[in-house]
């Protein structure tokens, strides 16, 4: 059995660990913040300390047969009802989310291995996921975004010609991946996805757009699916 230093040790390592990890995600303002992240770990802690104590004075008795891990491999699954919580499915079918819901992934798995006491297992992790989640951000912003296709979305006026269309499926610079109309009550909005596009060129296209009298308005996004 496990001695109540021993158990509050576990519990604090849990939470601070799991903390750690939730300051990077509060940072970006996401709805899983700190304390989240600190519940999830310090809860997947509490159930992997009942998991592998609570039930040894009944373990070794007659006709008793019980399997330590079997609570503690629930948090696996049952972590996933938090991470789909996390995650947005917005318009034009992107999604954001999933890097919060697999940090939460970790967290509990953290808050098992502080719970089974693997404390270095946990902090090891907790710092490759902070080396993940921080450090390689900037990495990824400068190297992949010029990869991220480019949404397009033009707002034109009802009843107005769509010869810009034709236009935008003609030029051979533009490489559209997929195109979308939606009829609004007051206007009409194309939305547009190009896949490696020069930026340059596409603002171009912009400019000749925003002077056509029947485009309403032109808005350009990196798109984030």
Same mark, same amino acid.
């Not at 049952?78 to 034009?92: H, M, N, R």
């Not at 921080?134 to 480019?150: D, M, Q, S, V």
């Given at each position: ?16 660990? !799991? ?95 502080? !719970? ?110």
């Amino acid at each position: 059995m496990l001695t109540t230093n021993e158990i509050i040790i576990r519990l604090l390592l849990a939470s601070a660990f !799991g903390g750690l990890i939730g300051l990077e995600r509060e940072r970006k303002d996401w709805a899983a913040g700190l304390r989240t992240h600190m519940m999830v770990s310090v809860g997947s802690c509490l159930i992997m300390i009942v998991s592998s104590f609570g039930f040894s004075d009944i373990l070794g008795a007659e006709n008793v047969s019980l399997d330590p891990s079997r609570v503690a491999s629930q948090v696996i699954s049952g972590i996933g009802f938090i991470g789909a919580g996390t995650i947005l499915f917005l318009k034009q079918g992107a999604i954001r989310g999933l890097t919060t819901a697999s940090g939460l992934w970790t967290v509990a798995a953290i808050g098992l291995a502080t !719970g089974g006491g693997l404390y270095f297992a946990a902090g090891a992790t907790t710092v490759i996921a902070l080396v993940i989640l921080w450090a390689l951000k900037p990495l990824e912003r400068t190297y992949f975004r010029k990869f991220k296709p480019i949404s397009l979305r033009v707002t034109a006026y009802p009843g107005s010609d769509s010869n810009f269309v034709k236009a935008l499926l003609d030029k051979e610079e533009l490489k559209i991946q997929s195109f979308n109309l939606e009829r609004a009550q007051n206007e009409l909005i194309y939305d547009f996805k190009f896949e490696n596009t020069e930026i340059s060129k596409l603002e171009i296209i912009i400019n000749e757009l925003r002077n056509e009298p029947s485009i309403k308005e032109v808005s350009w996004s990196r798109y984030s699916g």
